[in-house]
């Protein structure tokens, strides 16, 4: 049994965690979701998973939605701030203008461009999974590529003016 989930760990892990930083933007954030996806994978238990990956990003994406809406509600109440995310993170790396662009889009675009493309799930498993319609996940994935094009090519002008 212990094989069974140091291999899971071991395999998953690393993913999910680059998902939910993808998904949230915020590495503390993205850890503890991780780490509670996988304590109520073995609440469940990992012989009862059909797709143990897919099934912790959907539980880890649910646990990071919910801590982002908890904070949100916070900073309300204190009336500190707005936004608390930065807007894009200009840098030389692609990865990190990606993660940036990324964070611009919706929460439901930014789930499933990863649950897409980082997982390489079927729309239907998307669909299924995240409870919407495999229609609505085409849809959405459309819309997140269009304006992850407009953030890009945006960027490149914004970088050129720089120069």
């Not at 993660?99 to 239907?124: G, I, K």
């Not at 409870?131 to 269009?146: R, Y």
């Amino acid at each position: 049994m212990t094989d069974i989930w140091r291999e899971l760990y071991d395999t998953e892990y690393p993913r999910l965690l680059r998902a939910l930083l993808a998904i949230g933007g915020d590495p503390d954030a993205a850890e503890d979701a991780a780490q509670e996806a996988f304590v109520k994978a073995h609440r469940t238990g990992v012989e009862r998973l059909r797709r143990p990956g897919a099934w912790l990003l959907v539980v880890g994406t649910r646990e990071l939605l919910r801590h982002r809406r908890r904070r949100r509600i916070e900073a309300q109440r204190w009336a500190e701030r707005g936004d608390a995310e930065a807007p894009g993170t200009d840098s030389l790396v692609d990865r990190a203008d990606l993660l940036a662009a990324l964070r611009q889009l919706p929460e439901r675009q930014r789930t499933v461009v990863v649950a897409r493309y980082y997982y390489d799930l079927s729309y239907e498993e998307i669909a299924r999974l995240f409870g919407i319609k495999s229609g609505t996940v085409g849809a959405t994935l459309h819309q997140a590529i269009d304006k992850l094009r407009q953030i890009h090519v945006a960027g490149r002008l914004a970088r050129g003016a720089m120069r």
